[in-house]
């Protein structure tokens, strides 16, 4: 680390960087050495290292041979926590296509978008949402749709029970029609033996398109390369490296993968040390999720404030047997000290928590296994320089907060054919601004104080109010709109509208309920209020911070995760 008189802080020298080109070299490395490993597990069905390298080698053979989808096309892959998602991305990677994860969540209106500013050709999709999928697709540049269902990486008979049931029983595919689309597994069968070497990637092509709003309420393609996604692997795993085993942890995966925060954490970093990662399709199900827990022999678990709380207030939950955990992570937003205290009562195993952003891939800093100081993000990783500057970019002394820039291997390539945007964000140096308020302590350890922008984190999601008050201002009744975040014990933040409207009978319910067909549910107001007007600047700007201070204040949040 550096001098703690240094408005500059670095983490140590990054190991391990010259090894590997590409994310397709470090997997083959990986399976070659752990092939009997198990790799994934998902509702009881594991595959290994051996058949996680074949399954992806599969894929990618149809993908290079049996479509016209050449090296750098983008693949999205709409996908929840199954055993076909580390199958399509290492197969996608291994084509050469550049993967843009997508929200299951998402509204066709948020897939239309996402699908046209990227350009992509291609799709894997869970048949549940396939219905949308058909009603868009006229609007974008689509050429291959691969649809697949929940069961169809388990054995037989398991697969068709499976599939029988989420579509017959709980009636979770609704009717859809997409006769060009070829079913996930024929694929996969089809591709078997069409292919034997990787795309040659370079360490600067990208790899994947992750999907945030940056520093405005626009939705951006943030480029990942593969170098970005290799080193975020190494920092982590230097960072912890006193505390695992390769090729002997087992992680729960609870939270989403196609979120930058476990897609890095649980399909990336748990795959270069060779270990185990048990993915949970709907953490929302606990009782599910408790009975996986049970029978499972875990070592670690990737989480976020609001499933600390909810776990550790089931008493089910705390008669688990804890004895093997060693390794809690929490990221995507803030600890509290409260959450952080409890989960170390009730499981015996202190939390890490760290930060990043997706401009990131996402790490920047976490907590040391044998330094924690609960409140503050840790320190940098290994390879990464942090600094807090001013208001006209001049660096800030230690202990005055400033905005947080980071610079190191994991900063992205920019943003997908936004130079403007990219510039704002990025000088040429490679210090990316990250639009939060921070405070270097003498210790190096580094607190978040405040936000610059007015993101919202709803359960670990980002809210652009820019969206959400883009979508409401549509509806026929709506004058102005303002969206903020207000503190909410379950979420940890919860939105807030401020509406003015000209139909007097327009009412809170009958708004939320519209917006619920427009926005994902985590991007849908908790609450709304409504008013005659909304207080502006001179020059008309909605004042959103005059709205917050109305509600008492925003709360400050130390350790916001992953953008």
């Known amino acids: 680390m550096s001098h703690a008189t240094s408005p500059v802080v670095s983490g140590p020298p990054l190991e391990g960087m010259e090894e590997f080109a590409s994310v397709n070299e470090v997997f083959a490395h990986t399976c070659g050495r752990f092939a009997d490993?198990?790799?994934?597990?998902?509702?009881?069905?594991?595959?290994?290292?051996?058949?996680?390298?074949?399954?992806?080698?599969?894929?990618?053979?149809?993908?290079?041979?049996?479509?016209?989808?050449v090296p750098g096309d983008r693949i999205a892959i709409q996908l929840p926590n199954v055993l076909q998602f580390p199958v399509a991305i290492f197969g996608a990677m291994r084509a050469g296509l550049v993967v843009v994860n997508t929200n299951p969540l998402y509204t066709e209106r948020e897939m239309a978008h996402q699908f046209q500013d990227a350009d992509v050709k291609a799709i894997l999709i869970l048949a549940n949402m396939a219905d949308k999928l058909e009603r868009i697709l006229p609007r974008t540049a689509i050429?291959?749709?691969?649809?697949?269902?929940?069961?169809?990486?388990?054995?037989?008979?398991?697969?068709?029970?499976?599939?029988a049931v989420v579509?017959?029983?709980?009636?979770?595919?609704?009717?859809?029609?997409?006769?060009?689309?070829?079913?996930?597994r024929d694929a996969l069968m089809r591709g078997r033996g069409q292919s034997s070497e990787a795309a040659i990637c370079q360490t600067d092509d990208v790899a994947v398109l992750q999907y945030t709003g940056g520093t405005t309420g626009v939705a951006k393609g943030t480029m990942l390369t593969h170098r970005n996604l290799i080193a975020n692997m190494l920092q982590t795993r230097q960072m912890i490296a006193g505390l695992?085993?390769?090729?002997?942890?087992?992680?729960?995966?609870?939270?989403?993968?196609?979120?930058?925060?476990?897609?890095t954490v649980n399909c990336l970093f748990t795959m270069v040390t060779g270990n185990h990662t048990v993915l949970i399709p709907n953490p929302r199900d606990i009782d599910g999720f408790i009975k996986t827990l049970r029978k499972t022999e875990y070592t670690g678990f990737v989480g976020l404030n609001t499933l600390f709380n909810a776990l550790c207030q089931r008493e089910d939950f705390r008669a688990l047997d804890f004895s093997r955990l060693k390794l809690t992570i929490s990221g995507g937003m803030a600890l509290t000290k409260a959450a952080a205290k409890r989960w170390e009562e009730v499981t015996g195993c202190a939390i890490l928590e760290g930060y990043g952003m997706t401009e990131t891939s996402p790490i920047v800093c976490v907590n040391p296994p044998d330094g924690i100081q609960l409140g503050t993000i840790g320190k940098p990783v290994p390879g990464t320089s942090i600094k807090v500057i001013g208001p006209e970019g001049e660096e800030v002394a230690r202990g005055e907060p400033g905005e947080l820039c980071v610079q190191g291997p994991q900063v992205m390539k920019g943003y997908w054919n936004r130079p403007e945007d990219t510039a704002k964000t990025l000088d040429a140096e490679g210090w990316i601004r990250t639009g939060d308020i921070a405070v270097i302590q003498d210790d190096d350890y580094v607190r978040i104080v405040d936000r610059k922008k007015d993101m919202i984190i709803v359960s670990g999601f980002n809210v652009y109010p820019n969206e959400v008050e883009d979508v409401v201002a549509t509806h026929e009744d709506v004058i102005e709109v303002a969206a903020i975040g207000v503190s909410d014990d379950a979420t940890g933040e919860a939105i807030k509208l401020f509406v003015v409207s000209h139909n007097e009978a327009l009412d809170a319910d009958t708004?939320?309920?519209?917006?619920?067909q427009e926005l994902s549910a985590y991007k849908v107001p908790k609450l709304i209020e409504f008013r005659d007007e909304l207080p502006k600047t001179n020059v008309g700007k909605v004042l959103r911070r005059e709205l917050r201070d109305d509600q008492g204040g925003k709360e400050s949040a130390p350790g916001d995760g992953a953008r």
């Open 244 to 263: 695992i085993e390769e090729g002997r942890e087992t992680i729960i995966a609870p939270l989403p993968v196609y979120h930058i925060y476990t897609f």
């Open 167 to 184: 579509k017959h029983v709980k009636k979770m595919v609704p009717r859809y029609t997409l006769p060009e689309a070829t079913r996930f």
């Open 143 to 163: 050429r291959h749709v691969l649809v697949t269902e929940l069961g169809d990486m388990h054995d037989f008979p398991k697969r068709t029970l499976i599939n």
């Open 511 to 516: 708004l939320r309920a519209w917006c619920k």
């Open 37 to 69: 490993k198990p790799a994934f597990t998902c509702m009881g069905q594991t595959l290994s290292y051996a058949e996680l390298e074949r399954l992806s080698r599969d894929f990618a053979g149809w993908l290079s041979e049996e479509t016209d989808l």
